[in-house]
């Protein structure tokens, strides 16, 4: 399996703040993805980081909200801006190897926003 | 659109006993199916993936795929109680633009009772 770190691991933000989400891959990763999980939900696709580029983000996120960077290959950041209660969820990371199209997460986020 | 149905449960089998989960898929150029274990407060972890029709087994989980029928299952042998959790079934796409992309159904609640 692919080895995966987030910091932090959780944080409680007032409304009105942004927090900056890291994720770090190991080398055999070439797929980087971020979800977010509502309290009691499944996981749903923010975006897929892509290296060097712009984020491709899914419908119903955009990248004034959640910008994404991906400055290399095994590095990326995802950050939640001006946030609100309802961004309180699970914010997890995933990695999928060229040699298998499986993906693999990080231990997740876990935001509380006040 | 894509979708991914599971019953939420909670599907509580006695100690011992085999479970079964259960997962359909609306897109039928589907190509990979993949079970994830979750539990609480942790991140989705890798048990099982499947490409083609039959059974596949891997110590006491065995993933059952049916294209035709547009169903995947999951059956756990000799349930313990460290089996319970919830079971994320996840579905991606053969080829084309988003072939990468997962989509995971709500997941089943799983109570193994001693």
């Known amino acids: 399996s692919a080895v995966i770190s987030q910091k932090p691991s959780r944080d409680i933000c007032q409304r009105g703040t942004s927090l900056t989400i890291q994720c770090q891959v190991d080398?055999?990763?070439?797929?980087m993805f971020w979800y977010r999980q509502q309290p009691g939900q499944s996981l749903t696709l923010i975006a897929t980081a892509n290296q060097g580029s712009e984020a491709t983000y899914e419908s119903g996120f955009v990248i004034d909200k959640f910008p994404i960077s991906r400055p290399n290959l095994t590095f990326s950041t995802l950050t939640v801006s001006n946030m609100s209660p309802e961004d309180s969820s699970i914010y997890l990371c995933?990695?999928?190897?060229?040699?298998?199209?499986?993906?693999?997460f990080g231990p997740g986020t876990r935001l509380t926003v006040l | 659109q894509k979708e991914v149905e599971q019953n939420s449960g909670p599907l509580s089998v006695p100690e011992g006993a085999i479970a079964s989960l259960n997962c359909t898929y609306s897109d039928r150029v589907s190509q990979s199916f993949f079970w994830y274990r979750q539990y609480s407060g942790k991140s989705p972890e890798l048990i099982m993936s499947i490409y083609s029709n039959g059974d596949k087994e891997d110590g006491r989980f065995t993933a059952q795929l049916n294209k035709a029928s547009q169903y995947v299952s999951l059956l756990i042998r000799d349930s313990q109680p460290s089996d319970s959790a919830t079971y994320l079934c996840?579905?991606?796409?053969?080829?084309?633009?988003?072939?990468?992309?997962?989509?995971f159904g709500k997941g089943t609640k799983l109570s193994v009772i001693p």
């Open positions: 996840a579905v991606k796409p053969g080829s084309g633009a988003g072939s990468y992309q997962l989509t």
């Open positions: 995933s990695g999928e190897r060229t040699s298998s199209d499986t993906q693999y």
């Open positions: 080398s055999q990763v070439t797929m």
